[in-house]
């Protein structure tokens, strides 16, 4: 869907933005696992007489990737990611339900690939 906007977030400074836009950002991001969200892949809109800031996540091509060697969270590196989430917010982390969604994924038809062992943290001895 076309939204119109005011630009995207690499037009302007982070700073401008909302703390529950970034986090409203961040938990859709983690929870679809979109390791491709840079400045450029989030619109602003200024709405209201005010001019509130509403920031619109766009591109999802690189949800669900296979693996996470090139992620990028853009979101990470503003201040406000590193504020405490709203109550409600938290409310909603807290109700999700990993092995539903996965369920749920499967029953749409996506086949995700089988879990890979973990490296081992250190280096076998010799």
């Excluded at 859709?28 to 450029?40: K, T």
Aim: aromatic share 12%.
């Amino acid at each position: 869907m076309f939204m119109k906007n005011n630009g995207s977030c690499e037009d302007m400074g982070p700073r401008a933005f909302p703390v529950h836009e970034v986090h409203k950002i961040s938990v859709l991001d983690m929870r679809l696992a979109n390791a491709d969200r840079h400045a450029g892949n989030i619109l602003v809109i200024r709405e209201g007489e005010e001019g509130q800031i509403v920031l619109i996540p766009i591109d999802h091509g690189y949800c669900l990737p296979e693996n996470f060697e090139d992620c990028t969270f853009d979101w990470l590196y503003w201040p406000q990611a590193h504020q405490p989430y709203s109550s409600d917010a938290l409310e909603y982390i807290k109700s999700l339900d990993a092995e539903q969604d996965i369920e749920l994924l499967k029953f749409h038809g996506w086949i995700l690939p089988p879990r890979v062992p973990a490296p081992s943290a250190f280096p076998p001895c010799f």
